[in-house]
C-alpha cells in the first residue's frame, strides 16, 4: 500500500515540476528563435517536441520526501534543455551511477 501512495505523490510533483518557474527559466535560456531551442550538449538546434528539461544532477532514486523535492525543484541553474538522443545517453549514464 505504502509504495503505491508514494508513487502517487511523485507522479503527482512531476506534474507540478512540469509547469514550475525553474523549468520555464531553463527553457527561456535554451531558447533561440520562437519553437527552437539548443541543446546543452551538442549544440545542435532542436523543435520543442524534440527536446527534453534535464537536471544536471539526477534527482535520483527516492529515499525521502524532504531530498525528493529539494532535488525535483532545483533552481533553473541547475536544469539543462538537451535533445533527445542526448537526454537518453545522459539518463542511462545518470542510471549505471546509482
Known amino acids: 500500500m505504502r509504495k503505491t501512495v508514494v508513487e502517487y505523490v511523485k507522479k503527482s510533483l512531476r506534474r507540478v515540476w512540469g509547469r514550475s518557474k525553474q ?3 531553463a527553457l527561456k535560456n535554451a ?3 520562437r519553437g527552437k531551442y539548443r541543446c546543452a550538449c ?3 538546434i532542436f523543435r520543442r517536441k524534440d527536446i527534453e528539461v534535464d537536471h544536471k544532477v539526477a534527482v535520483g532514486r527516492f529515499v525521502d520526501f524532504d531530498t525528493y ?3 525535483l525543484f532545483c533552481d533553473s541553474k ?3 534543455v538537451l535533445c533527445k538522443g ?3 545517453t ?3 549514464k545518470d542510471i549505471k551511477s546509482f
Open 31 to 33: 531558447k533561440v528563435e
Open 42 to 44: 551538442c549544440g545542435k
Open 90 to 92: 545522459k539518463t542511462k
Open 69 to 71: 523535492i529539494e532535488r
Open 78 to 80: 541547475g536544469l539543462q
Open 23 to 25: 523549468r520555464n527559466g
Open 86 to 88: 542526448c537526454h537518453r
